[in-house]
């Protein structure tokens, strides 16, 4: 690094520390190309792994006065990423899982046209139900279907039987299933319901990207509440949020 390049660095860290957006911008652009390539290294989806990092870089904004310098500024938000990503594998394996069990069950339920979905439709209303459970039964699913626990090593942890370990998971499976099915029987009212609320609430695609940006950056909205707020789906409040961001990126450059 030239002493040009280090001045720079210095001067934009005293400013990232005082709280001035200037010297967030400057490591953003900065570090994200190194950090991207980092995050591939365990997601092979772009598009994931830059949700992941901007998130991780603002955890690392909103931690700024615990930062010491510029290379400890990079390091955490790395760490922070890996986890991400770790965590995300995880949640992704735990979906899979319990979609193949679903999907098993409803191969009996005729009435239901629910097998028509995609795995990836599928594992993202598992993923939205998943957290109605109570954080036992999320740990008990995790040990069984993440962790390859069986339902007697299980039991040992939580001091019960087998049965009950077994009744649980069932009852688990059941649970999402029976949300799911809900939702996907609420989902045609529901679509026209979500078009009618963007049409009065956001006048053009401008105003809706940076409706989501607003929510995202300043509120802190996860993009599920920033869906059912605007009346979207996550993947286009995604996908408006990355648009928005590599705008600012582009003009910060």
């Known amino acids: 690094m030239t002493i040009a390049a280090n001045q ?80 995300y594998i995880q949640q992704q394996k735990l979906e899979r899982r319990c979609c193949y069990r679903i999907q098993h069950q409803w191969e009996n339920d005729a009435y239901l046209d629910l097998t028509q979905e995609t795995n990836e439709e599928l594992e993202a209303l598992v993923y939205k139900a998943i957290p109605l459970l109570p954080p036992t039964r999320q740990n008990i699913l995790k040990l069984y279907f993440n962790y390859g626990l069986s339902h007697k090593q299980i039991a040992a942890r939580y001091c019960t039987s087998n049965q009950q370990i077994a009744k649980q998971l069932q009852e688990s499976i059941l649970f999402l299933k029976s949300v799911i099915t809900k939702k996907k029987r609420r989902s045609n009212t529901a679509k026209v319901i979500k078009m009618t609320n963007l049409f009065q609430s956001v006048t053009n695609i401008e105003d809706l990207r940076k409706r989501v940006f607003e929510l995202r950056y300043n509120n802190q909205y996860s993009f599920a509440q920033i869906a059912t707020a605007l009346g979207i789906d996550e993947n286009t409040a995604r996908e408006h949020y990355v648009a928005v961001h590599r705008t600012r990126q582009v003009a910060n450059y």
């Open 8 to 87: 720079l660095e210095k001067i934009n860290f005293e400013h990232f520390k005082q709280g001035n957006e200037e010297g967030f911008t400057f490591f953003y652009t900065t570090y994200f190309p190194s950090l991207a390539k980092a995050g591939l290294r365990y997601l092979d989806n772009y598009l994931v792994v830059e949700e992941l990092l901007n998130d991780a870089f603002l955890y690392t904004w909103r931690l700024k006065h615990l930062i010491e310098c510029p290379r400890h500024l990079y390091c955490f938000t790395r760490l922070r990423l890996k986890w991400a990503c770790l965590r």
